[in-house]
Structure formats: structure tokens, C-alpha cells
């Protein structure tokens, strides 16, 4: 790969050794790549994540359903380690036939249900509990909306702007431009959005904050993709102090930390199986 003008072929052709930091896994086909059961735990809730602000998405709700008095929302969080290829075995397949993480087993139902996709499973554990999303009216629209804003902006901070920025093979201007002028403006929607709500619809939390949260979150919290002077996220300010009084909350502590296999090493819990475990 080069800044040199690249003309496309007639048939487009996989080159496996493109793709920088994920050539290994990444290929343009679905399906298994081989046969490996899940685990399953002792729990209704099985979950098959890695936590990444994908995963984190899913275990803060989790965490905020049983700090609210949800006993019914315990949970098994298993670790999905992308980066071996876990996600193309064919009890993960099952789950997720897009073998992305996070992916849920609900097994309190018969047969179990399947939930793929972090804003599904969010919206799925939020109604079946009835907590953090709003039932009706004006409130789930703006709820609604601003879940799926994060699900449609978020790649091209992620697959877009990290991509380029911090794990293409070679750093080129224009894609790095190019996103990093999207990833501003989307900060910008936040800022104006939180400079007169003190979270994503109003005083009410939900799951809009924690599908957000991970995310832009990131960026400012913990320098994601080692941008933020890049970017100059703390000049957000009114997504940095939302950010900052997200953090602080107790269950969202705990659920950034399971499946977590980088950072800080008392902030790694790569797996979950009971409360107790975030006192090992």
C-alpha cells in the first residue's frame, strides 16, 4: 500500500496479506473456520464478547440492570478472543452468523434466543427488564434514535478513523483526513446535543448513554487510538464532563472491565461468572 494513485482492476481480487493488524482474520467470506462448542455457565444469560467498546456496551448494561435490583440479569461473560480467530468457530457462528462480538445466549427461554448485534441485544435486555429505555412517546423515539446514531457513526470512527490513524500498514493523508473530519463533526453532534441535557435524551439515563459512552467516551477517557491530542477531544467539553460522570458510576466500572484483555492488569476480568469475581 502506497499514497501512490491506485486504479482499481475489473474483478476485485482478496489480497490476504492486506489489512495491517487484522490480516489474520480478516477475509471476505462468512462461516466457520472450525468446530469448538461455547461454554456455557450457570446463569439464564450467556455472553460471548471481548471488551472492546463493542463488548463494554453489553456488560455496563448488564452491571446497571443488577445494581438497579435485577437478580434475573445475571449473567456469564465469555472471552471471544478476536484476534485468534474465536469468533469463526462454529459454536460462536451459531450465535452471531456475522461472527462479530458481543453475541448473547438468552437460555431462560425455550428454545434459547439468540441476539447479535450490540444495539440488539442492548434494546433486547433492556425490554425484557424494563429498565434504561423509556416504554413510549418521545422518550423511546429520542432513545431509539440516538442508540442507532452510535451503531451508524461509530465505523467510521472505528473501522474508519482508527483504522487509518492507528493500524493501516502505512499512514496516508486523504482516508486520514477524511475521518478524522467525520470523527470531529460527531463530537461536535455529542457536544451540542449533551450542552443542554445532562445525558443523551435528558435526565434520563439509558441505553443510548452506555452505547455511546465506550466509544467517544474512549476517545477522551482513555486517549483511544492514541488521538486525542489529534483530535483535541477535550475541547468537547460538554462530552467530557458527560463522559467523566459516566465513568464514576460504580456498575459502569465493573462492566468496562470484563473481557478485557489490555490496559492495566487490575483492569483486566477476562471472565465474569458472579459478582464475586471483581474482588479477585
Not at 455496563?60 to 443488577?66: D, G, K, N, S
Not at 437478580?71 to 468457530?89: C, P, R, V
Not at 489529534?230 to 463522559?243: C, D, G, I
Not at 478485557?260 to 492488569?265: F, L
Request: net charge negative.
Amino acid at each position: 500500500m502506497s499514497d501512490q494513485p491506485y486504479t482499481p482492476p475489473r474483478v476485485w481480487q482478496w489480497q490476504q496479506t492486506d489489512g495491517g493488524r487484522f490480516a489474520n482474520i480478516n477475509r471476505p467470506i462468512a462461516g466457520p473456520t472450525h468446530e469448538a462448542e461455547l461454554p456455557v455457565g450457570k446463569h439464564p444469560h450467556q455472553l460471548y464478547s471481548l471488551g472492546t467498546p463493542n463488548g463494554q456496551k453489553v456488560t455496563i448494561l448488564f452491571e446497571e440492570l443488577l445494581a438497579a435490583g435485577h437478580a434475573d440479569a445475571e449473567y456469564d461473560a465469555w472471552l471471544i478472543n478476536i484476534l485468534e480467530g474465536q469468533q469463526f468457530s462454529t459454536g460462536f457462528v451459531a450465535v452471531n452468523p456475522n461472527s462479530k462480538i458481543p453475541a448473547l445466549l438468552d437460555r431462560s427461554t425455550t428454545p434459547p434466543t439468540r441476539v447479535f448485534e450490540s444495539g440488539a441485544i442492548l434494546v433486547y435486555l433492556a425490554e425484557k427488564f424494563g429498565a434504561f429505555l423509556p416504554k413510549a412517546g418521545a422518550a423511546r423515539a429520542e432513545c431509539l434514535s440516538w442508540l442507532f446514531w452510535q451503531v451508524g457513526a461509530t465505523p467510521y470512527l472505528g473501522g474508519g478513523f482508527g483504522h487509518f490513524y492507528a493500524y493501516a500498514p502505512t499512514k496516508q493523508e486523504y482516508p486520514i483526513n477524511r475521518f478524522a473530519m467525520e470523527v470531529k463533526r460527531q463530537l461536535d453532534v455529542l457536544d451540542r446535543n449533551l450542552a443542554e441535557r445532562r445525558y443523551m435524551i435528558g435526565d434520563e439515563y439509558t441505553i443510548a448513554d452506555m452505547a455511546i459512552w465506550p466509544w467517544y467516551g474512549g476517545l477522551i477517557l482513555e486517549n483511544l487510538y492514541d488521538a486525542a491530542e489529534f483530535l483535541q477531544v477535550h475541547s468537547y467539553t460538554h462530552v467530557v464532563r458527560w463522559a467523566n460522570e459516566i465513568a464514576a458510576r460504580p456498575a459502569v466500572q465493573r462492566g468496562r472491565r470484563v473481557n478485557r484483555i489490555t490496559g492495566p492488569e487490575d483492569q483486566q476480568l477476562r471472565e465474569r461468572h458472579s459478582p464475586e469475581d471483581f474482588e479477585r
